[in-house]
Nanobody
Framework: QVQLLESGGGLVQPGGSLRLSCAASGSISRIYTMGWYRQAPGKQRELVADITSGGSTNYADAVKVRFTISRDNTKNTVYLEMDNLKPEDTAVYYC??????????????WGQGTQVTVSS
């Protein structure tokens, strides 16, 4: 059984910063791409950023320069550092990871989501 556990969401004022973490646990043979998605009320879930096992990154245009994705392969953890947050960044943020468990095929897993609210 593989699980993704997110942490770090909360309420922050415009211009502030937050750091999200997502740790994968369970019977894991290998982790491929890890990433962050977000879903605002009434909108579709969208990619924020992702990072390959080799460290190549990809960002949505709306968050380039302001957000930084990173990962620690020794801890099976991906991070999202969010700076200069704006009200339009308010959303539930979800972690996603493509994982090869032992004795199971490669599967994409999702975290439970963490709320980020940017408001004064």
């Amino acid at each position: 059984q593989v699980q993704l556990l997110e942490s770090g969401g909360g309420l922050v004022q415009p211009g502030g910063s937050l750091r999200l973490s997502c740790a994968a646990s369970g019977s894991i043979s290998r982790i491929y791409t890890m990433g962050w998605y977000r879903q605002a009320p009434g909108k579709q879930r969208e990619l924020v950023a992702d990072i390959t096992s080799g460290g190549s990154t990809n960002y949505a245009d709306a968050v380039k320069v302001r957000f930084t994705i990173s990962r620690d392969n020794t801890k099976n953890t991906v991070y999202l550092e969010m700076d200069n947050l704006k009200p339009e960044d308010t959303a539930v943020y979800y972690c996603k990871a493509t994982i090869k468990p032992y004795f199971s095929p490669v599967t994409s897993y999702w975290g439970q989501g963490t709320q980020v609210t940017v408001s004064s």
